[in-house]
């Protein structure tokens, strides 16, 4: 399969700073890509669905003030959390879209302070 | 309404016991997709199996064996002879509006602790 990386895989903030996460595709383009959200011991929800060169379309519940994408290319993805608060920290897994299945990223541990 | 479960929250098996996962889904689509991950406490998510919908064959890969039965919207997933090696989270995923790559509604997952 393909291969994601996310960058940083933890990073611990205080609160009111903002955190970017990058999501990189190493060997392959996606048009679409998407990113998650897991709280401990949770399951994965979906956050928002972007389109390289469009804005990212949020889930109900996710403020998209808050939760910046920037979807620039079709191999890179950012996601910045702004003036991130402790109920702001999660686990958050990007996945790019492929042919038959999507390819996760590792995933990126935010804590905040 | 587009809906996976896992109503197993936790289950604790000897090594070399056989074990089964189930995952129950409900949808609107004729054509779909079903996943399982699996998520070891690195926290990456692992790839296991896709199914299409038109495909009820069951599939065995090695120690892992999957059962899909439409009748009973079920997909679920055993593991034979278990090994420590398994012990993780194993998420049931259900692809939205019928493509494997559209975005993805994740059961709540099945924690398996394999004890040796």
């Known amino acids: 399969g393909a291969v994601v990386s996310q960058h940083p895989s933890r990073v611990i903030c205080k609160s009111g700073t903002s955190v970017k996460i990058e999501c990189r595709s190493l060997?392959?383009?996606?048009?679409?890509m998407f990113w998650y959200r897991q709280f401990p011991k949770q399951s994965l929800m979906l956050m928002a669905t972007?389109?390289?060169?469009?804005?990212?379309?949020?889930e109900q519940g996710v403020e998209k003030d808050k939760f910046l994408i920037n979807h620039a290319s079709l191999t890179l993805s950012t996601l910045t959390v702004t003036s991130a608060h402790p109920e702001d920290s999660s686990f958050y897994i990007c996945?790019?879209?492929?042919?038959?299945?999507?390819?996760f990223g590792p995933g990126t541990r935010l804590t905040v302070l | 309404a587009q809906k996976v479960t896992q109503a197993q929250t936790e289950i604790s098996v000897v090594e070399k016991e056989d074990v089964t996962l189930d995952c129950v889904y409900e949808?609107?689509?004729?054509?779909?997709?079903l996943f399982w991950y699996k998520q070891p406490p690195s926290g990456e998510l692992v790839f296991l199996i896709r199914?299409?919908?038109?495909?009820?064959q069951n599939e065995i890969s090695g120690r892992y064996s999957w059962n899909f039965q439409k009748s009973t919207s079920s997909f679920n997933f055993t593991i034979t002879a278990s090994q420590v090696v398994d012990s993780a989270v194993y998420f049931c995923?259900?692809?939205?509006?019928?493509?494997?790559?559209?975005?993805?509604?994740f059961g709540t997952g099945t924690l398996l602790a394999v004890q040796p």
């Open positions: 995923a259900l692809g939205e509006g019928g493509g494997a790559t559209n975005k993805l509604i």
């Open positions: 972007s389109n390289e060169g469009s804005k990212a379309t949020y």
């Open positions: 199914r299409n919908s038109f495909d009820e």
């Open positions: 996945s790019f879209s492929g042919y038959n299945e999507q390819f």
């Open positions: 949808t609107r689509d004729t054509t779909y997709y």
């Open positions: 060997d392959f383009q996606a048009t679409t």
